[in-house]
C-alpha cells in the first residue's frame, strides 16, 4: 500500500498497541536517530504524540477536538495524507518565498529612500504593499501547491 511505502515498509506500522508500548516505540525510534511521525487517536496516544517529531491526531469530529499533537486530521482524510505531507514539505519553499519577496521590496525601498529618491509619503504607502504582497504571494503559492498536491 501507499502507506507501507511512505513508512518504509509494514515492519515500522505498529496497531493494537498500549500507550505504554506507543511512547516506548517512538523513544526507541528517536533514541537510534530517526525522524518519527505518529499518527494515533490522541487520546491514549497523547504522550506517544507528543514525544514524536511530528504527531497527527486523528479524530471524526475536528471542530471540538484539541490533543496533544501537531496537526490534526480528519479520519476520512487519512487517504489525503500523503499530499499533505507533501504540501507541508513545500510550505518551507513558500516561506522562504515570502522572505525573498519581503527582503528584494525593502532592499530596493530603503535604497531609493536613502538616496532621495522617493518621498516620505510614497514610502509610507509603499511599507503596507510589502505587507500585502508578501501575505498574498503565500497564499497564492499554498494554493497552487494544494492543487498540484492534489487536494482542494
Known amino acids: 500500500s501507499d502507506f507501507a511505502e511512505m513508512f518504509d515498509g509494514a515492519e515500522n506500522m505498529r496497531f493494537n498497541q498500549t500507550p505504554h ?3 516506548e516505540y517512538v523513544d526507541s525510534l528517536k533514541a537510534s ?4 511521525l505518529m499518527i494515533g487517536d490522541g487520546l491514549n496516544d497523547s ?3 507528543a514525544a514524536a517529531d511530528v504527531g497527527i491526531a ?3 469530529d475536528v471542530a471540538s477536538f484539541s490533543p496533544a499533537s501537531d496537526a490534526i486530521l480528519a479520519a476520512e482524510s487519512l487517504s489525503d495524507l500523503p499530499a499533505i505531507l507533501q504540501l507541508s ?3 518551507r519553499r513558500i516561506v522562504m518565498m515570502g522572505f ?3 527582503l528584494v521590496y525593502n532592499v530596493t525601498g530603503v535604497y531609493f529612500a536613502v538616496t532621495g529618491q522617493l518621498s516620505p509619503l510614497i514610502a509610507a504607502v509603499l511599507m503596507p504593499l510589502s505587507s500585502v504582497s508578501v501575505i498574498g504571494s503565500a497564499v497564492l503559492a499554498t494554493r497552487i501547491a494544494a492543487r498540484r ?3 482542494r
Do not use: H, P, Y
Open 149 to 151: 498536491a492534489g487536494l
Open 33 to 36: 536517530g530517526q525522524r518519527v
Open 100 to 102: 525573498a519577496i519581503s
Open 21 to 23: 508500548d506507543k511512547l
Open 89 to 91: 514539505r513545500n510550505a
Open 58 to 60: 486523528l479524530t471524526e
Open 47 to 49: 504522550g506517544a504524540l
